[in-house]
């Protein structure tokens, strides 16, 4: 059975970097049937994409969040990591890492998610 | 401003059918792209409901079904129960941002 979950800070300070780890078991992360990936939510709010991961290491990202954020992986460890620079605010929300089928493009498995804040 | 659409809030009484639609455009839903469904219970994350526009994955009651046409989808519940007051969004690929877009969620409130 796949579990994936998220580790980090849960406070950040205004323009430090916001960085997570999602430990994956029970699979793969250079498997190319999957891309592995960052969604996170607001308080109250709804689902935003943040970047993904493929087998091969290519990276794809939200326009929106694109200058402020790195994706990368670490295959001995079957972990994959976000970084977002210059937080404020309104990056303050639970992300969650998830796994994606590369053929369906489906999200078939989410972690618990973190709340991450960001305040002084 | 999500980049799909859907209504914020249905609700219907137990035992009744309720839909949710979801309204993409021509690079995403109408570029043929698959539509997922998920549903978020509070303080979870959320769970995958339907995916490529009709199929449940294992587990998932058969009272939930999904549709697409065109540059839309819809989630159709028949038999609600209160357990699935819950908060669903709907989920797709889209060409020019080469990326998932969501909708903004739908609230559903059982009577």
């Known amino acids: 059975q796949l579990q994936v979950q998220e580790s980090g800070p849960g406070l950040v300070k205004p323009s430090e970097t916001l960085s997570l780890t999602c430990s994956v078991s029970?699979?793969?992360?250079?498997?190319?049937?999957?891309?592995w990936g960052w969604i996170r939510q607001s308080p109250g709010k709804g689902l935003e994409w943040i970047g993904s991961?493929?087998?091969?290491?290519?990276?794809y990202f939200n326009p929106s969040l694109k200058s402020r954020i790195t994706i990368s992986r670490d295959t001995s460890k079957n972990q994959f990591s976000l970084r977002l620079n210059s937080v404020t605010a309104p990056d303050t929300a639970v992300y969650y890492c998830?796994?994606?089928?590369?053929?369906?493009?489906?999200?078939?498995?989410w972690g618990q998610g973190t709340l991450v804040t960001v305040s002084s | 401003q999500s980049v799909l659409t859907q209504p914020p809030s249905v609700s219907g009484a137990p035992g009744q059918r309720v839909t949710i639609s979801c309204t993409g455009s021509s690079s995403n839903i109408g570029a043929g792209y698959d539509v997922h469904w998920y549903q978020q219970l509070p303080g979870t994350a959320p769970k995958l409901l339907i995916y490529?526009?009709?199929n449940r994955p294992s587990g998932v009651p058969d009272r939930f079904s999904g549709s697409k046409s065109g540059t839309s989808a819809s989630l159709a519940i028949t038999g609600l129960q209160a357990e699935d007051e819950a908060d669903y969004y709907c989920q797709s690929f889209d060409s020019s941002l080469s990326g998932w877009v969501f909708g903004g969620g739908t609230k559903l409130t059982v009577l």
């Open positions: 029970g699979g793969s992360i250079t498997s190319s049937s999957y891309f």
């Open positions: 998830v796994r994606g089928l590369t053929v369906s493009l489906v999200l078939d498995y």
């Open positions: 991961i493929y087998y091969g290491g290519n990276t």
């Open positions: 490529g526009n009709t």
